[in-house]
C-alpha cells in the first residue's frame, strides 16, 4: 500500500491554565491538549492518524492565509 503524504495546518492556543491546545481546522473534531508544546505537537500528530483512518471523516483541504487578531468591545449588561 502507497502512504500519501498530507500537510495540515495546526493552531495551538494556551488556555487560562497554561494548557496547550491543539486544532486542525480541516479535519472536523481533530484537537488535544498537552501540558508542553512539544508533548501537544506529538499528540495532535497522533490525532491527525486517528482521523485519518476512520473512513467517516471529511477533510475540505484549505490554503493557510493567515491568522489575524481583531478587537471588539463587549457591551456591559446592565
Same mark, same amino acid.
Given at each position: 500500500?502507497? %502512504?500519501? $503524504?498530507?500537510?495540515? =495546518?495546526? /493552531? !495551538?492556543?494556551?488556555? #487560562? =491554565?497554561? $494548557? ?6 480541516? !479535519? @472536523? *473534531? &481533530?484537537?488535544?491538549?498537552? %501540558?508542553?508544546?512539544? @508533548? ?5 500528530? #497522533?490525532? /491527525?492518524?486517528? &482521523?485519518? @483512518?476512520? =473512513?467517516?471523516? #471529511? $477533510?475540505?483541504?484549505? %490554503?493557510?492565509? *493567515? !491568522?489575524?487578531? $481583531?478587537?471588539?468591545? %463587549?457591551?456591559?449588561?446592565?
Amino acid at each position: 500500500m502507497e %502512504k500519501q $503524504i498530507m500537510n495540515f =495546518d495546526v /493552531i !495551538i492556543e494556551q488556555d #487560562e =491554565d497554561g $494548557i496547550y491546545v491543539a486544532r486542525v481546522p480541516e !479535519i @472536523e *473534531g &481533530c484537537y488535544t491538549q498537552g %501540558k508542553t508544546l512539544q @508533548e501537544v505537537l506529538e499528540r495532535i500528530k #497522533e490525532a /491527525i492518524e486517528v &482521523c485519518l @483512518e476512520s =473512513d467517516k471523516e #471529511e $477533510i475540505n483541504l484549505m %490554503k493557510f492565509v *493567515g !491568522i489575524q487578531r $481583531i478587537q471588539v468591545e %463587549k457591551p456591559r449588561l446592565s
